[in-house]
């Protein structure tokens, strides 16, 4: 059996009325482009969209970075972005930050996630996709699902996960090439901790199962000012989970999502929000968030991929949901003030940098007073 390839590519090529969700009009040519043009190109695939995000997953046998994959997705972003200016949608093409396609879509500003599988008998997975937030934001649910018996009792349970992960983190501060670290646990845990705390540097990229060697997690790093080299719009991750048997079951992925965990973003991506998991198609509202997160649950034969279930859509994250949107009221009554506003270097804008400059000016400094 050869092996197949899981690939999302995902970008906000625009939306209606600001940054909330994209036209069903602009999601029809999406999709109509990937069926006319996928020829035997690709096995399967399913398109959909979280707040403004579009996001293309396709099964095929081509593995990952493949020229062909990341063209027939560029090129169904590009022929969308044609319908969002017709249709004056906001952001049109935004994500799109490259005029001509050269290989893949790596730098080029759409999101990828991407894993070359040995598939199993039953390959369930999962396919994150979050918004108005950035990839840091999956840091800590996969630290705690990926080395946590609090919330994987498999730790504790089954000696196929008790063997435990290796966790690929990239430093994705450094812009010159990939700068990546692979980090074992369970004895090297707190050597991950200490990393995964600073969710704007370190980023995990991919976890790999240390009993069967299979890859478990791809998540994407791109951050898109580090291509523009300026701030153009948050980064909103995209995951690939594989689930149960050598992995974590689907429902100890999901535990830590109880949190509600404050990360980058929200507003004018430049704020602290809680990470809301939400059903899919969900679109964006208070203070141009809360940050928000949807899981789509698949499995996998032979390619072709099964109608997916909607993870969130549970009365148990109804209860979630009013939790966070609590912790999301909380820390806006502190408006503008120190942990509700996100540090200088994650500002979405410049203008504030601006502000200072001149304002430096008027400041005196008092002479001493003897
Ligand atoms: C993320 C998102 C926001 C915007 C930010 C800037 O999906 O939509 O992070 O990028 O609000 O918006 P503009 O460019 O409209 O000022
Ligand atoms: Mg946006
Ligand atoms: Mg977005």
Redesign the pocket.
């Known amino acids: 059996m050869a092996k197949i390839t899981l690939s999302i590519i995902k970008a ?1 090529i625009g939306s209606i009325g ?2 909330i969700k994209p036209s069903q009009r602009l999601l029809q040519v999406v999709e109509n482009y990937i069926k006319e043009k996928r020829g035997n190109l690709i096995i399967d695939s399913y398109i959909g969209h979280t ?3 579009i996001a293309i997953l396709t099964t095929h046998k081509k593995g990952v970075l493949n020229e062909k994959i990341h063209k027939l997705c560029w090129n169904a972003f590009i022929t969308g972005t044609d319908m969002a200016k017709k249709q004056g949608l ?2 049109a093409g935004q994500d799109l930050l490259k005029e001509t396609f050269s290989g893949n879509v790596k730098g080029m500003g759409p999101a990828i996630a991407e894993m070359e599988i040995e598939e199993r008998a039953a390959e369930p997975f999962l396919m994150f996709v979050a ?2 937030t950035d990839p840091g934001a999956y840091n800590l649910p996969l630290y705690l699902a990926f080395t946590d018996p609090m919330y994987t009792p498999g730790f504790i349970l089954s000696p196929q996960i008790r063997k435990g992960f290796k966790f690929r983190i990239m430093d994705v501060s450094y812009t010159q090439a990939d700068k990546v670290i692979e980090l074992n646990s369970p004895e090297e845990i707190y050597d991950i901790a200490a990393l995964l705390r600073d969710n704007e540097r370190f980023v995990v990229e991919g976890i790999w199962s240390r009993d069967s060697g299979e890859q478990a997690v791809s998540v994407s790093t791109t951050r898109l000012h580090n291509i523009a080299g300026k701030y153009v ?2 980064d ?1 991750p995209v995951m690939l989970v594989r689930t149960q048997k050598d992995f974590p079951a689907t429902g100890e992925i999901l535990s830590p999502y109880t949190i509600g965990h404050y990360v980058a ?1 929200f ?3 430049s704020h602290s929000g809680p990470l809301m998991p939400v059903k899919i198609n969900s679109s964006i509202s208070f203070f ?1 968030g809360p940050p928000v997160v949807s899981c789509l649950a698949f499995c996998l034969k032979d390619g072709k991929l099964t109608e997916p279930v909607d993870t969130f859509d549970h009365p148990y994250w109804d209860y979630v949901r009013n939790n966070v949107s609590r912790k999301a009221e909380e820390i806006r009554r502190q408006g503008f003030s120190g942990a509700a506003m996100l540090p200088m270097s994650e500002l ?1 804008y410049t203008g504030v940098m601006e502000t200072l400059k001149e304002l430096e000016k008027r400041f005196i400094i008092r002479k001493k007073q003897s």
Do not use: I
């Open positions: 906000d600001g940054h707040g403004d995000d906001y952001g918004d108005k719009g948050k909103d973003g507003m004018r991506g141009d979405e």
